[in-house]
Nanobody, 122 residues
Framework: EVQLQASGGGLVQAGGSLRLSCAAS????????IGWFRQFPGKEREGPCR???????YYEDSVKDRFTISMNSGKNMVYLQMNSLEPEDTAVYYC????????????????WGQGTQVTVSS
C-alpha cells in the first residue's frame, strides 16, 4: 500500500526559501512517479512539478526557475526546494504518486498524502 506524507511547510517572507519533504513507501513496483501539487484557496489544484524514478522531471512554467524537485537514491524521499517564494505560492502542498507512464498528466495520480501548508507573506 502506497503511503505518502508531506512535511516542511511553514511561514516565510516573500523572496525566501522553503524545502518540503515527502516520505514515500509501500510501492509494489520499482518505477513510478511522484508529483507535488498545491491547492490555492478558492482555486483548482495544480501541479507545479513532478518526476519519475528514472530522474526525468517536469515543471510548470510558473515555477521552472524557482522550484527544484529531487528524489533520494533509495526512492523513499522526494523533496521540493522552493526559492524566491512569492505570495502567490501560498497554498496547501501535497505529494502524490502514480504508476502510469503518462505521469505528466495530473489526472493519473492515484495515491495522495496529507498536505502541508505553505504561507508566503509580502
Amino acid at each position: 500500500e502506497v503511503q505518502l506524507q508531506a512535511s516542511g511547510g511553514g511561514l516565510v517572507q516573500a523572496g525566501g526559501s522553503l524545502r518540503l519533504s515527502c516520505a514515500a513507501s509501500g510501492f509494489a513496483y520499482d518505477d513510478y512517479a511522484i508529483g507535488w501539487f498545491r491547492q490555492f484557496p478558492g482555486k483548482e489544484r495544480e501541479g507545479p512539478c513532478r518526476m519519475d524514478t528514472f530522474g526525468t522531471t517536469y515543471y510548470e512554467d510558473s515555477v521552472k526557475d524557482r522550484f527544484t524537485i529531487s528524489m533520494n537514491s533509495g526512492k523513499n524521499m522526494v523533496y521540493l526546494q522552493m526559492n524566491s517564494l512569492e505570495p502567490e505560492d501560498t497554498a496547501v502542498y501535497y505529494c502524490a504518486a502514480t504508476y502510469s507512464v503518462r505521469w505528466h498528466l495530473s489526472s493519473v495520480y492515484a495515491y495522495w498524502g496529507q498536505g502541508t501548508q505553505v504561507t508566503v507573506s509580502s
